[in-house]
């Protein structure tokens, strides 16, 4: 599961949790049948690596796989509300949403950092 | 909602998402009356800062507020799975736990991360 250099996206670029950006977060739950997890991570990369990560406003996106096999987290961070919006709309990204759609059912939660703190 | 210095969390510490790190993350989804929303955000940025952080394996909690109100999402990265049960087991968690018990249901997911794409 590599991904191609793009110069946009750096090898080394690394996701950031912070309230002082202000960025729109969608935390996307999905569940789904074990034998689809891996299925399902897979198409999730593929559409940020070939679409998502292309698209105005697109800041990040890390998609988990949890232990016991029935879920995958996708925590996603796009610059406004507006972009993500705009994301959705994009014929582009719709057969990227249609595939996930077909291996799970999903929960979208749309929020805001109040608070991270970490270890340094 | 401010937070004391702490020189194990030094006020610049960012939390991080990378595939390399191979820790565990927690995603809790909390389910929450919107009058109760702020309440139980703040109750787990408190039990982070009294209790969490100063546990052995603690890396990172980031608390989220969904913009319809009627959720809580707290992303967080322990470095084993056994720093995290043990601190389920820990007698300082247990209030904490409990108070956010009383303000909402959860729904923790145990997970690891597949792939991390940020833009620079």
Known sequence: MSHSFDPQIGERAVATISKDRKLMTLVNVFTVRPEKQNELAE???????????????????????????????NYAQWRTRADFDAMRENPKARPHMEGAAKLATFDPIVCEVVESLARD
Do not use: C, N, W, Y
């Not at 999730?44 to 987290?73: N, Y």
């Open 43 to 73: 198409l999730l990369v593929r559409a940020t690596e070939e679409t998502m990560q292309h698209l105005p406003g697109f800041i990040s996106a890390s998609i988990h796989r949890s232990v016991d096999g029935t879920k995958v987290v």
